[in-house]
């Protein structure tokens, strides 16, 4: 499975929109991009997952270049209730299983 | 509907003692994974079933680690002999069965382990 590499942690004020950036250099065709959200003392919860191009729901929004070298998580406005750990994730047909490889994530600070 | 719950929510036990930890994955999801979570840290991966069977129990750190899954339903992990580095928060998740571009996996809240 494809590692991942993001920032440890961002900072962020209330109604900013907040990107954070994730480099998978070795993804491979078949893998998807996913990304998962997780509160303390919470289980992780999904976000968003995208193949190539953009992808938007009511969450959040993912851009893909076309190389998909990196990913970048966009939120929107975001609010005291965002802070949390982002967990960006790649997998796909090639594990069998689905399972999931978590990094370290980045922790998001939304400050008032 | 009900999501992935777990249980218990807390467990103290001395070292050396066995464990059992639970968990009851959404209905109707045939896949179920667990995976331990260190304090500060990001999540391990421990072992997946689809149904009743683990085609993937790679990441079980050691022997002393089992799981099991009835059917399309309840799973128990067993950590037998417990060390003080098994103190962790286990979490469980179910999704459906893994496909091209599905990895929505659902989690429950975790069962935070402590060994004294």
Known sequence: LAKTTQPISMDSYEGQEVNITCSHNNIATNDYITWYQQFPSQGPRFIIQGYKTKVTNEVASLFIPADRKSSTLSLPRVSLSDTAVYYCLVGGLSSNTGKLIFGQGTTLQVKP | ?116
């Not at chain 2, 003692?17 to 994974?33: M, N």
């Not at chain 2, 103190?87 to 429950?108: D, I, K």
């Open chain 2, 1 to 116: 509907g009900a999501g992935v719950s777990q249980s218990p929510s807390n467990k103290v036990t001395e070292k050396g003692k066995d464990v059992e930890l639970r968990c009851d994955p959404i209905s109707g999801h045939t896949a179920l994974y667990w995976y331990r979570q260190r304090l500060g840290q990001g999540l391990e991966f421990l072992i997946y079933f689809q149904g009743n069977s683990a085609p993937d129990k790679s990441g079980l750190p050691s022997d002393r680690f089992s799981a099991e899954r009835t059917g399309e339903s309840v799973s128990t992990l067993t950590i037998q002999r417990t060390q003080q580095e098994d103190s962790a928060v286990y979490l469980c998740a179910s999704s459906l069965r893994p496909s091209a571009g599905s990895y929505e996996q659902y989690f429950g809240p975790g069962t935070r382990l402590t060994v004294t």
